[in-house]
């Protein structure tokens, strides 16, 4: 069968182990990663920041859509956009999604998105992109199929299209059941997404979806962190991934077992999410970490204001050469909007100061 024929297709958890091969680094030598990337080894890359501490930990930008001025996707902007992602260390992309303005794509565009993000990165890291479009199981699969054959390393199904607001977890399982015996073996993630409406997931039902064993990753929205560490204990000894989206949670949800983080603040200032979740669990770093998390979850109201609008703004004002343009966001960014990201940017420059790294730079 088509999808068994990628059974090799390295996995989402393993791909982009972060680990080194060989001996320890010294001075400016390089360092071979899992990844098959040469990294050189400086401020702007924040594994190698603490002298010598490395996490496994990973951030997974969630992608933002750059658009030319006639509203196409601009596939060019995109490369430029990838490139800086990888520059500031995140070690995984999820393409097509909330903040790619996912609903305002056709299925042409989600596919070519996607495809795109694959073939730019060429297996440098590992990319998941949602695939759970279609008014009943069999479109889903078939959708899902058509994702899963751009490349990516596993298929994302959004929480709240298996099961209407008002089913109960019975109904969601038993239209995943349908939607995974149509899909082979193709891995799968979830992701909480908060539209058409936002589906926590249950115990119950994230049992089940870690005993279907197709599990790679979890994008997780929510919030509550006694819930959060509920959901990253069940996790722990199997190969889903767990992904935290709320920056307020991000220290603690990272030393509680969390993969990794995948909030919309990494698309302001990548390398501060790359950071924390190299050194959330460093014991030599554990103030700075206090204080960045402190600092994150206080400009989080700001950033998440017209958003992507306002990240597309303060990606353009960082040099990545993308439009301030937005098909969710048709009215441009007030200016009150405008001052309030110029001002935290320095902000944000005053982070890179005090842990020690470089912004990222394309």
């Known amino acids: 069968m088509q999808h068994n024929s990628k059974s090799s297709r390295r996995s989402f958890v393993g791909k982009i182990a972060a680990g080194i091969l060989g001996t320890a680094i010294t001075g400016t030598a390089s360092a071979k990663l899992f990844t098959g990337k040469i990294i050189e080894k400086s401020l702007a890359h924040p594994d190698f920041a603490s002298g010598g501490f490395l996490s496994d930990k990973k951030f997974v930008p969630v992608m933002i859509t750059p658009y030319q001025q006639n509203g196409k996707i601009d596939f060019d902007g995109l490369s430029k956009l990838i490139d800086f992602y990888l520059a500031a260390g995140a070690k995984g992309l999820f393409a097509n999604c909330a903040s790619s303005e996912m609903y305002s794509l056709s299925e042409a565009e989600r596919l070519a998105l996607t495809s795109h993000v694959v073939k730019h990165v060429n297996g440098a890291v590992s990319v998941v992109s949602t695939g759970s479009f279609g008014d009943n199981a069999e479109d889903k699969a078939t959708f899902a199929k058509k994702i899963y054959d751009t490349g990516v390393n596993g298929v994302i199904t959004i929480t709240s299209h298996f099961a209407k607001a008002d089913e109960d977890d019975d109904v969601l399982i038993k239209n995943y059941e349908k939607f995974f015996s149509l899909t082979g073996n193709i891995p799968m993630g979830t992701y909480e997404c908060p539209s058409p409406y936002k589906r926590i997931l249950t115990p119950y039902a994230f049992k089940y979806l870690l005993g279907t064993g197709r599990m790679v990753y979890h994008k997780d929205t929510t919030i509550d962190f006694d819930k959060v560490k509920a959901k990253i204990e069940l996790s722990k000894n199997t190969k889903l991934e767990f992904y935290d989206a709320c920056v307020a949670n991000a220290m603690y949800s990272l030393q509680a077992g969390a993969k990794g983080m995948s909030a919309i603040s990494g698309n302001l200032y990548p390398e501060i999410l790359a950071w924390m979740c190299a050194h959330a669990t460093d014991p030599d770093r554990q ?76």
């Open 287 to 362: 103030d700075d970490v206090k204080y960045i998390q402190a600092q994150l979850t206080k400009t989080e109201d700001i950033i998440g204001q017209n958003y992507p609008l306002s990240a597309k703004y303060f990606l353009h004002k960082r040099g990545v050469p993308i439009a301030i343009k937005s098909r969710v966001n048709p009215d441009p960014l007030t200016t009150q909007q405008i001052q309030a990201l110029d001002d935290t940017y320095k902000v944000f420059l005053g982070w890179c100061n005090r842990i020690g790294i470089k912004p990222a730079r394309i």
